[in-house]
């Protein structure tokens, strides 16, 4: 039904429309009736009318004045007008001045039906066009958004996309913010695809940043859910992310990340969403499952000092085959902190290969053949973890692993393994000897010969060369060093002598041995 109200001056004429058109028929209901354009005013302040009939020769205000003024204050309400032959030119004018038509009077039946049903018609169209455009225009007002969250724009050509999208403006600065999925690729605990729990926390957010005013949120690429907010001087964005990420945890089960950028204006935000980003990227360092303001990084990711990893593989590798536990995972505690976002991804896998360099080594100087370390195991658990924390805690509970096998193997005689120990630390150098071994175990030269045998069925100087050759083989498959940096890394200053002996032990010299080595 479309609401009528009629005003007519004439009591007969007016009585007259009222009964002989059959309103409800068509699809039409008076709402209201009135003598002059002031009443028919009164009763448009008091309820919406969709179509109005009105007389242009009224007292106190005509039909002119009251289109003008349903224009100006009621812009969605369609004018008819009616006039007689000699006001034809006052038609002319209500029709510049936006009514919908005019009507010579007498009115006939048929032609006022004709007339309001093109009128509907029109209402009906305008209609379906503000539904468009208030579902079209959060879209292209996100869409903006997107835009400024990935570049900076232009105030004044900003200014003009705002305008014609009717985007209102943010009362104060805006935040960036980036929401990480933390199990994303693994939500095994949960009914959710990864795609519809991305969207649940799109909406969770949606609904706890609605109340600040300012702001937006949008699905990202793979794990990410994107937002731009305002920020008051309450802080009262930062909060709401925390409400968001203890939401999502209650209700869906899920854990999140969350980045927060510093406060830009709205044409700078994108350099809100960057820091956003590091703030989120920071996590990998200090841990998932927080909200991260940029603000309060106390190291930020661009600016972490990098330590010098070779020397630490040194010594990690040095304590590793003394079989100290104790100040293995000290150096992993001191190491960490130092490590900045460019080396956190490979530091930990690094400090893997040290231990099965470690491994290999102990296993050869212990002779038994038993594998101390799974390093592939160790290696594929730490790409897994996403954060440095959880990497590092694998490492220390590998170290704990190898240094319990180490201690367990050594105390069935506690001498012999203190011999092991030492010439595996020191077999690179090339004047180790028997006697320089029996000081350090208080033994004399002649006895710990004899002793050493007993207890490793060859003499010290076979021990130390085949300790020696079988290092040489895993340097010459795992690395790319020329035979005599080999020879001397292993403890043998004449590089032919090493390559004489080397032919000896394995048929093959260390050359022909990396060739095929690497082929199988």
């Not at 005013?41 to 009251?66: A, K, R």
């Not at 204006?265 to 980003?277: E, F, H, I, K, M």
Request: one cysteine or more; charged letters at 25%; hydrophobic letters at 40%.
């Amino acid at each position: 039904m479309y609401s009528i109200l009629i005003a007519e001056d004439d009591a007969i004429i007016l009585k007259g429309l009222v009964r002989n058109v059959p309103w409800e028929q068509e699809g039409f209901t008076i709402v209201g009736t009135a003598a002059d354009g002031e009443l028919a005013l009164q009763v448009l302040e008091n309820q919406p009318v969709d179509i109005v009939l009105s007389d242009i020769s009224m007292p106190f205000m005509d039909g002119l004045e009251l289109t003008r003024q349903i224009k100006q204050r009621f812009k969605d309400t369609v004018v008819i007008l009616f006039t007689g032959f000699e006001k034809f030119e006052y038609a002319k004018e209500a029709v510049h001045l936006g009514a919908f038509d005019f009507l010579l009077k007498p009115v006939e039946c048929g032609q006022l039906l004709v007339c309001l049903h093109a009128a509907a018609k029109e209402i009906d169209q305008k209609r379906r066009s503000v539904r468009r455009e208030r579902t079209s225009l959060p879209l292209l007002r996100q869409h903006l958004c997107i835009e400024l969250f990935l570049k900076p724009m232009d105030k004044k050509l900003l200014d003009d996309r705002m305008q014609l999208i009717q985007m209102p403006a943010p009362a104060y600065p805006l935040r960036g913010a980036v929401i990480a999925l933390d199990d994303y690729d693994n939500a095994e605990y949960m009914v959710l695809t990864p795609e519809q729990l991305r969207f649940c926390v799109a909406n969770i957010a949606g609904e706890k940043l609605a109340p600040l005013g300012f702001a937006y949120v949008w699905e990202g690429e793979g794990d990410l859910v994107n937002c731009i907010v305002q920020e008051n001087e309450t802080q009262a964005a930062y909060k709401a992310f925390s409400d968001i990420r203890q939401t999502v945890l209650l209700s869906l089960g899920a854990k999140i990340s969350i980045g927060l950028g510093g406060c830009e204006s709205l044409n700078r935000v994108s350099a809100s969403a960057r820091q956003a980003q590091r703030a989120l990227n920071a996590q990998v360092l200090t841990g998932r499952g927080q909200v991260t303001c940029w603000e309060t990084l106390e190291i930020r990711p661009d600016e972490s000092i990098e330590p010098d990893i070779k020397d630490v593989e040194a010594r990690f590798y040095e304590l590793l085959l003394r079989g100290s536990e104790a100040e293995s995972i000290r150096l992993l505690a001191d190491l960490r902190p130092q490590i900045g976002l460019e080396l956190a991804s490979v530091t930990a896998v690094r400090l893997a290969s040290v231990m099965d360099r470690a491994a290999a080594t102990l296993r050869a100087g212990l002779l038994d053949g038993v594998p101390m370390l799974d390093s592939d195991g160790l290696v594929q658990g730490l790409l897994k973890q996403k954060t440095l924390p959880a990497q590092f805690e694998l490492l220390e509970n590998a170290v704990k692993d190898l240094c319990s096998q180490l201690m367990e193997r050594r105390q069935k005689d506690p001498v012999n393994e203190q011999l092991l120990a030492y010439i595996l630390a020191h077999f690179h150098e090339e004047s180790l000897s028997l006697p320089q071994v029996a000081r350090q175990v208080h033994l004399s030269p002649v006895y710990l010969s004899t002793y050493f045998k007993q207890k490793n069925g060859m003499l010290f100087s076979e021990y130390l060369t085949k300790l020696r050759l079988e290092k040489a083989c895993q340097l010459l498959l795992e690395g790319n060093g020329k035979t005599y940096e080999v020879a001397m890394e292993v403890g043998f200053s004449n590089p032919q002598y090493f390559s004489v002996l080397f032919k000896k032990h394995f048929g093959l010299s260390p050359g022909a041995y990396r060739i095929q080595g690497k082929r199988n």
